[in-house]
């Protein structure tokens, strides 16, 4: 059975640091992976996807890494703004098409 | 494109009532599929639509949940009694090739039964 797990749980930095959430998981077996943010009462907004075949995805201050052997991503944030404050989400999709989710990284960056 | 739409946003119901969700997905996306985060806990599978077929049901945690697709559009998900632990929130996403291009999601249905 899959498993996903976020470290940190919460993460509170000044801002402009560069930062690193992790998102680990136990079957490797996966399709690809998906980071999203979660704003408090709102929906999951896609930020990346990385294919089981890619490395990494990068989008603005964003870039993504997948390390499927070890069973680990990570999502890099570079110079943090306020609006960053989010919860980060990471799911990795397996062959039944269900994404299988950790519990979050709560994000705060502190102006 | 319009996003995944999710109505009510919020619902508040009494223990033994019936609610019942509705996901409207982006226009063409024929896979979609319904999560639920309850309180403390991630989020989780329930089922998955491939136009108006279930295929995959896994989730649901019992038989007092339905899902429904009417002609492969939008989606309901009723709860019939409703129970404490239901409580949480829904989260419908879409997708037209989940493998390339990922999952959207809605902005949920926060459900709470009192």
Known sequence: KQEVTQIPAALSVPEGENLVLNCSFTDSAIYNLQWFRQDPGKGLTSLLLIQSSQREQTSGRLNASLDKSSGRSTLYIAASQPGDSATYLCAVIQGAQKLVFGQGTRLTINP | ?114
């Open chain 2, 1 to 114: 494109e319009a996003g995944v739409t999710q109505f009510p946003s919020h619902s508040v119901i009494e223990k033994g009532q019936t609610v019942t969700l509705r996901c409207d997905p982006i226009s063409g996306h024929d896979n979609l599929y319904w999560y639920r985060r309850v309180m403390g806990k991630e989020i989780k599978f329930l089922l998955h639509f491939v136009k108006e077929s279930k295929q995959d049901e896994s989730g649901m945690p019992n038989n007092r949940f339905l899902a429904e697709r009417t002609g492969g559009t939008y989606s309901t998900l009723k709860v019939q009694p409703a129970e404490l632990e239901d409580s949480g929130v829904y989260f419908c996403a879409s997708s037209q090739a989940p493998g390339v291009r990922g999952y959207t999601f809605g902005s949920g249905t926060r459900l709470t039964v009192v």
